[in-house]
């Protein structure tokens, strides 16, 4: 049986108002529950310009026409318009999603800030970074995040260090195959990894000429039997402008019988089949500008 999950990140004020209901609906009219993970602090999506001089950034946003995907308000904040805290302006939007059943987690507090300079933050930046998160979640939902995934898929040393304080069942930091526990400095962490393990729609959309139906087929032939597969969508992308090609999607995961879970319902299978230990480590991938943490 292929079993997939639909792991969604929610990035931006934009993704959350608008992006969080719009996917709502999709995923009930086909009756399949997913993952949410939600940026809680500000939305400084202006400030991502910087990364204009990283290898394959300018041709990604060609290729994928990020300012129809993102919006020309969402681009401006945190430069030319204020960062909005996210949480305060998206609460309901958020805890919409698990009034309707799907599982409800962590993604960031300040996506850009992270994505662009992790390994230029002390610990002690970082530290506050992972308190403001779990802090924001907690006064939005009334209880701990169980889960938590990094944006970027990046992660170093020390954000692992700092997570595994806060006893999560699962972490999603990284690109890879298959869930295992992460070596640190020699240590075996006790925080699951479960790895993004399918492209992206915006790490396709363009690539060799694919087009969005294109894409579609493309992860239709990546999906394995018996083995982990986790899709990463956005709000922004998925929920916005590619909503057609998603909904397209989601029916055919149903014309392929293809059972669908949330992170936390596969949890259980996932530690029955006792994962390994094994050190994270960096990769370039296709279509994507920049490294990415790599494990399993």
Same mark, same amino acid.
């Given at each position: ?11 931006? #004020? %934009?993704?959350?108002?608008?992006? =969080? !209901?719009? #996917? ?13 993970? +939600? ?9 991502? =310009? ?8 300018? $041709? ?21 318009? !204020? @960062?909005? =805290? ?17 599982? &409800? ?30 802090? @924001?979640?907690?006064?939005? +939902?009334?209880? !701990?995040?169980?889960?938590? &995934? ?10 692992? /260090? ?17 869930? +295992?526990?992460? =070596?640190?400095?020699? *240590? ?9 393990? #399918?492209?992206?729609?915006? /790490? ?27 899709? @990463?969508?956005?709000? %922004? ?5 590619? $909503? ?15 059972? &669908? #879970? ?9 530690? *029955?089949?006792?994962? !390994? @230990? ?13 490294? &990415?943490?790599?494990?399993?």
């Amino acid at each position: 049986m292929k079993t997939l999950s639909l792991r969604v990140d929610v990035d931006t #004020l %934009e993704g959350s108002i608008k992006g =969080i !209901p719009a #996917l709502l609906r999709m995923l009930d009219r086909h009756g399949m529950r997913a993952s949410f993970y +939600f940026s809680m602090g500000p939305d400084n999506s202006g400030k991502a =310009i910087r990364r204009i001089f990283r290898k394959g950034f300018l $041709a990604k946003m060609r290729r994928t026409q990020a300012g129809k995907l993102y919006g020309f308000k969402t681009m401006l904040y945190g430069v030319l318009l !204020p @960062a909005p =805290i996210i949480f305060k302006r998206a609460a309901t939007e958020m805890r919409s999603a698990r009034e309707a059943g799907h599982e &409800v987690a962590l993604h960031a507090w300040d996506h850009v800030q992270y994505h662009d300079l992790l390994d230029r933050k002390s610990r002690a930046w970082l530290q506050d970074w992972f308190d403001r998160a779990h802090g @924001a979640f907690a006064e939005v +939902f009334g209880e !701990p995040a169980r889960g938590a &995934v990094s944006p970027a898929w990046r992660s170093n040393d020390a954000t692992l /260090e700092i997570q595994e304080a806060f006893r999560l069942d699962y972490a999603g930091d990284c690109r890879g195959t298959e869930p +295992f526990y992460p =070596i640190v400095k020699g *240590r075996t962490l006790k925080t699951l990894q479960i790895p993004t393990t #399918l492209p992206t729609m915006d /790490e396709l959309l363009g690539l060799d000429g694919l087009g969005g139906h294109e894409v579609n087929a493309r992860l239709f032939s990546l999906l394995r039997d018996e083995a982990l597969n986790v899709y @990463a969508l956005h709000t %922004e992308v998925e929920g916005g402008a590619l $909503a057609p090609v998603f909904e397209a999607f989601l029916g055919g995961l149903k014309d392929r019988e293809i059972r &669908v #879970l949330t992170h936390a319902q596969w949890l259980p299978e996932l530690h *029955r089949g006792n994962p !390994p @230990a094994r050190e994270l480590s960096r990769r370039e991938i296709p279509g994507r500008a920049g490294w &990415v943490s790599w494990g399993g």
